[in-house]
Protein backbone atom coordinates (compact mmCIF):
# COMPACT_ATOMS: atom_id res chain seq x y z
CA UNK A 1 0.00 0.00 0.00
CA UNK A 2 1.09 3.47 -1.05
CA UNK A 3 1.95 5.35 1.78
CA UNK A 4 -0.01 8.48 2.39
CA UNK A 5 1.12 12.04 1.43
CA UNK A 6 0.87 13.32 5.39
CA UNK A 7 3.38 10.14 6.04
CA UNK A 8 5.59 10.77 3.35
CA UNK A 9 5.55 14.80 4.66
CA UNK A 10 6.21 13.79 8.06
CA UNK A 11 9.15 11.04 6.67
CA UNK A 12 10.84 13.53 4.56
CA UNK A 13 10.68 16.55 7.13
CA UNK A 14 12.12 13.89 9.85
CA UNK A 15 14.79 13.01 7.87
CA UNK A 16 15.75 16.26 6.94
CA UNK A 17 15.61 17.73 11.31
CA UNK A 18 18.13 13.90 11.39
CA UNK A 19 20.90 14.43 8.65
CA UNK A 20 20.71 18.55 9.61
CA UNK A 21 21.54 17.65 13.05
CA UNK A 22 24.24 14.89 12.52
CA UNK A 23 26.15 16.89 9.78
CA UNK A 24 25.64 20.50 11.55
CA UNK A 25 28.80 20.28 13.92
CA UNK A 26 30.69 18.28 11.04
CA UNK A 27 30.25 21.34 8.51
CA UNK A 28 30.96 23.74 11.27
CA UNK A 29 33.84 22.06 11.83
CA UNK A 30 35.30 22.17 8.34
CA UNK A 31 34.42 25.71 8.02
CA UNK A 32 35.96 27.08 11.09
CA UNK A 33 39.14 24.62 9.52
CA UNK A 34 39.80 27.47 7.25
CA UNK A 35 38.88 30.77 9.60
CA UNK A 36 40.98 32.50 11.71
CA UNK A 37 40.46 32.56 15.30
CA UNK A 38 39.29 36.07 15.05
CA UNK A 39 36.99 34.94 12.35
CA UNK A 40 35.66 32.31 14.78
CA UNK A 41 34.30 34.56 17.12
CA UNK A 42 32.82 36.80 14.96
CA UNK A 43 29.34 35.94 14.31
CA UNK A 44 29.10 38.59 11.06
CA UNK A 45 31.41 35.53 9.88
CA UNK A 46 29.88 32.37 10.36
CA UNK A 47 29.09 31.91 6.56
CA UNK A 48 30.55 34.54 4.44
CA UNK A 49 34.63 34.88 5.31
CA UNK A 50 38.14 34.54 3.77
CA UNK A 51 39.04 31.50 3.72
CA UNK A 52 43.31 30.72 4.62
CA UNK A 53 45.12 27.60 4.91
CA UNK A 54 46.96 28.44 7.32
CA UNK A 55 45.85 26.82 9.66
CA UNK A 56 46.22 23.07 7.69
CA UNK A 57 49.64 24.63 7.26
CA UNK A 58 50.29 24.88 11.09
CA UNK A 59 48.91 21.34 11.31
CA UNK A 60 50.83 19.55 8.31
CA UNK A 61 54.20 21.49 8.55
CA UNK A 62 54.91 23.03 11.78
CA UNK A 63 52.66 20.38 14.01
CA UNK A 64 54.33 17.68 12.84
CA UNK A 65 51.30 16.19 11.93
CA UNK A 66 52.47 14.02 9.37
CA UNK A 67 54.42 11.80 12.20
CA UNK A 68 51.13 11.77 14.41
CA UNK A 69 49.23 10.26 10.72
CA UNK A 70 52.14 7.49 10.32
CA UNK A 71 52.06 6.44 14.10
CA UNK A 72 47.63 6.57 14.15
CA UNK A 73 47.97 4.15 11.11
CA UNK A 74 50.56 1.97 12.60
CA UNK A 75 48.80 1.23 15.39
CA UNK A 76 45.15 1.02 13.78
CA UNK A 77 46.92 -1.22 11.17
CA UNK A 78 48.82 -3.40 13.35
CA UNK A 79 45.62 -3.84 15.94
CA UNK A 80 43.32 -4.58 13.35
CA UNK A 81 45.93 -7.40 11.85
CA UNK A 82 46.47 -9.35 14.96
CA UNK A 83 42.81 -8.96 16.19
CA UNK A 84 41.61 -10.21 12.65
CA UNK A 85 44.39 -13.11 12.62
CA UNK A 86 43.69 -14.25 16.31
CA UNK A 87 39.84 -13.33 16.23
CA UNK A 88 38.32 -14.88 13.29
CA UNK A 89 39.31 -18.66 13.87
CA UNK A 90 37.99 -18.16 17.37
CA UNK A 91 34.95 -16.91 16.33
CA UNK A 92 34.82 -19.88 13.94
CA UNK A 93 35.35 -22.27 16.18
CA UNK A 94 32.93 -20.94 19.31
CA UNK A 95 29.95 -20.84 16.33
CA UNK A 96 30.27 -24.34 15.19
CA UNK A 97 31.26 -26.22 18.34
CA UNK A 98 28.86 -24.25 20.71
CA UNK A 99 31.43 -22.76 22.99
CA UNK A 100 28.66 -21.22 24.77
CA UNK A 101 31.34 -20.04 28.01
CA UNK A 102 34.10 -18.71 25.97
CA UNK A 103 31.12 -17.10 24.05
CA UNK A 104 30.41 -15.65 27.35
CA UNK A 105 34.15 -14.51 27.88
CA UNK A 106 33.91 -12.49 24.70
CA UNK A 107 30.60 -10.60 25.95
CA UNK A 108 31.52 -9.82 29.00
CA UNK A 109 35.13 -8.31 27.43
CA UNK A 110 32.86 -6.80 25.21
CA UNK A 111 30.35 -4.99 28.38
CA UNK A 112 33.96 -3.75 30.62
CA UNK A 113 34.77 -0.48 29.81
CA UNK A 114 38.15 -0.16 28.52
CA UNK A 115 39.08 3.00 30.76
CA UNK A 116 38.59 0.64 33.77
CA UNK A 117 41.89 -1.21 32.79
CA UNK A 118 43.90 1.63 32.41
CA UNK A 119 45.41 1.74 35.61
CA UNK A 120 46.74 -1.87 36.16
CA UNK A 121 47.57 -1.44 32.33
CA UNK A 122 49.79 1.26 32.92
CA UNK A 123 51.49 0.01 36.35
CA UNK A 124 52.08 -3.69 34.62
CA UNK A 125 53.57 -1.81 31.38
CA UNK A 126 55.40 0.62 33.28
CA UNK A 127 56.98 -2.23 35.43
CA UNK A 128 57.87 -3.60 32.21
CA UNK A 129 59.36 -0.61 30.53
CA UNK A 130 56.90 -0.90 27.67
CA UNK A 131 54.82 2.43 28.19
CA UNK A 132 55.75 5.41 25.18
CA UNK A 133 56.14 2.24 22.88
CA UNK A 134 53.69 0.96 19.86
CA UNK A 135 53.33 -2.19 21.42
CA UNK A 136 51.76 -1.42 24.66
CA UNK A 137 49.10 0.58 22.43
CA UNK A 138 48.44 -2.12 20.16
CA UNK A 139 48.03 -4.58 22.61
CA UNK A 140 45.69 -2.43 24.45
CA UNK A 141 43.67 -1.49 20.94
CA UNK A 142 43.01 -5.24 20.31
CA UNK A 143 41.39 -5.93 24.34
CA UNK A 144 38.47 -3.68 22.20
CA UNK A 145 39.04 -5.12 18.81
CA UNK A 146 39.31 -8.41 19.91
CA UNK A 147 35.87 -9.14 21.56
CA UNK A 148 34.71 -6.72 18.73
CA UNK A 149 35.79 -8.67 15.94
CA UNK A 150 34.81 -12.28 17.57
CA UNK A 151 31.31 -10.82 18.29
CA UNK A 152 30.33 -10.11 14.80
CA UNK A 153 31.98 -12.54 13.36
CA UNK A 154 30.23 -15.45 15.58
CA UNK A 155 27.13 -13.83 14.47
CA UNK A 156 28.23 -14.32 10.50
CA UNK A 157 29.55 -17.76 11.18
CA UNK A 158 25.97 -18.45 12.61
CA UNK A 159 24.00 -17.36 9.56
CA UNK A 160 26.53 -19.10 7.31
CA UNK A 161 25.35 -22.99 6.40
CA UNK A 162 27.08 -25.96 7.68
CA UNK A 163 26.17 -28.32 4.66
CA UNK A 164 29.09 -26.75 2.26
CA UNK A 165 31.29 -27.77 5.35
CA UNK A 166 29.76 -31.20 6.12
CA UNK A 167 30.55 -31.80 1.94
CA UNK A 168 33.90 -30.79 2.47
CA UNK A 169 34.41 -33.52 5.57
CA UNK A 170 32.85 -35.85 3.68
CA UNK A 171 35.50 -35.77 0.81
CA UNK A 172 38.23 -35.56 3.16
CA UNK A 173 39.39 -31.99 4.25
CA UNK A 174 39.83 -31.75 8.18
CA UNK A 175 37.82 -28.53 9.84
CA UNK A 176 40.58 -26.40 9.39
CA UNK A 177 40.83 -27.04 5.69
CA UNK A 178 37.12 -26.67 5.86
CA UNK A 179 37.90 -23.21 7.10
CA UNK A 180 40.35 -22.21 4.97
CA UNK A 181 39.07 -23.17 1.59
CA UNK A 182 35.10 -23.34 2.17
CA UNK A 183 34.03 -20.51 5.03
CA UNK A 184 36.65 -18.13 5.01
CA UNK A 185 36.34 -16.96 1.39
CA UNK A 186 32.12 -17.02 2.35
CA UNK A 187 32.82 -14.69 5.06
CA UNK A 188 34.83 -11.87 3.70
CA UNK A 189 32.32 -9.67 4.06
CA UNK A 190 32.27 -9.86 8.12
CA UNK A 191 35.76 -9.89 7.87
CA UNK A 192 36.09 -6.25 6.40
CA UNK A 193 33.25 -5.07 8.40
CA UNK A 194 34.46 -6.68 11.31
CA UNK A 195 38.34 -4.94 10.04
CA UNK A 196 36.61 -1.85 9.44
CA UNK A 197 35.34 -1.07 13.16
CA UNK A 198 38.20 -2.44 14.63
CA UNK A 199 40.51 0.10 12.57
CA UNK A 200 37.88 3.39 12.95
CA UNK A 201 38.09 2.60 16.88
CA UNK A 202 41.87 2.29 16.49
CA UNK A 203 42.07 5.50 14.69
CA UNK A 204 39.83 7.12 17.24
CA UNK A 205 40.65 6.15 20.42
CA UNK A 206 41.85 8.72 22.78
CA UNK A 207 42.11 7.50 26.58
CA UNK A 208 44.55 4.56 25.91
CA UNK A 209 46.99 6.77 23.31
CA UNK A 210 47.12 9.48 26.42
CA UNK A 211 48.04 6.81 28.80
CA UNK A 212 50.37 4.80 27.33
CA UNK A 213 51.96 6.93 24.32
CA UNK A 214 55.06 8.69 24.04
CA UNK A 215 56.43 11.76 22.70
CA UNK A 216 57.34 9.54 19.54
CA UNK A 217 54.37 6.99 19.62
CA UNK A 218 51.63 9.98 19.56
CA UNK A 219 48.53 9.64 18.08
CA UNK A 220 46.55 12.18 16.44
CA UNK A 221 43.52 12.24 18.45
CA UNK A 222 46.32 12.73 21.67
CA UNK A 223 48.28 15.35 19.20
CA UNK A 224 45.27 17.24 18.88
CA UNK A 225 45.58 18.86 22.50
CA UNK A 226 48.93 20.22 21.23
CA UNK A 227 46.34 22.96 20.51
CA UNK A 228 44.86 23.43 23.53
CA UNK A 229 46.84 25.75 25.97
CA UNK A 230 46.76 26.62 29.49
CA UNK A 231 45.11 30.41 28.93
CA UNK A 232 43.65 29.98 25.13
CA UNK A 233 42.88 27.47 22.65
CA UNK A 234 44.18 28.13 18.99
CA UNK A 235 40.48 26.91 17.95
CA UNK A 236 41.66 27.40 14.01
CA UNK A 237 44.27 24.73 14.19
CA UNK A 238 42.20 22.57 16.54
CA UNK A 239 39.60 22.55 13.75
CA UNK A 240 42.02 21.39 11.04
CA UNK A 241 43.44 19.01 13.20
CA UNK A 242 40.10 17.84 14.24
CA UNK A 243 39.30 17.39 10.30
CA UNK A 244 42.43 15.95 9.47
CA UNK A 245 41.39 12.87 11.54
CA UNK A 246 37.67 12.91 10.92
CA UNK A 247 37.68 13.06 6.98
CA UNK A 248 39.65 9.92 6.30
CA UNK A 249 37.73 7.63 8.42
CA UNK A 250 34.35 9.04 6.95
CA UNK A 251 35.68 8.40 2.88
CA UNK A 252 36.47 4.72 4.74
CA UNK A 253 32.57 4.19 5.95
CA UNK A 254 31.33 5.98 2.73
CA UNK A 255 33.26 3.17 0.33
CA UNK A 256 32.68 0.46 2.27
CA UNK A 257 29.65 0.88 3.55
CA UNK A 258 27.67 -1.87 1.92
CA UNK A 259 30.08 -4.46 3.33
CA UNK A 260 29.64 -3.07 6.96
CA UNK A 261 25.43 -3.25 6.47
CA UNK A 262 26.17 -6.55 5.25
CA UNK A 263 28.50 -7.94 7.95
CA UNK A 264 26.36 -6.48 10.73
CA UNK A 265 22.76 -7.79 9.96
CA UNK A 266 24.50 -11.14 8.80
CA UNK A 267 22.58 -14.08 11.25
CA UNK A 268 19.59 -11.68 12.37
CA UNK A 269 17.29 -14.26 10.09
CA UNK A 270 18.85 -17.38 11.47
CA UNK A 271 16.15 -19.93 11.96
Do not use: C
Not at 94 to 114: D, E, N, T, Y
Not at 119 to 128: H, Q, R
Not at 221 to 235: K, N, R
Request: aromatic share 14%; no cysteine.
Amino acid sequence: MKPSKPYQVFRTSALVVVVFALMAPLLWMIAASFKTNVDIYDTAKAFVFSPSLKNYETVLQQANYLQFIGNSLWVAFGATMLSLLLGVPAAYSMSRFAMKKSALVVLMARVIPGVSLLVPWYYVFSNLKMVGGFTVLILSHMFVSLPLIVYIMMGYFDGLPTELEEAALVDGLTHIGAFRRITLPLSVPGVATAGILSFIFSWNNFMFALVLSGADTKTLPVAIFDFVGYASIDWGGLMAAATVVTLPIMLIALFVQKYVVSGLTAGATKG
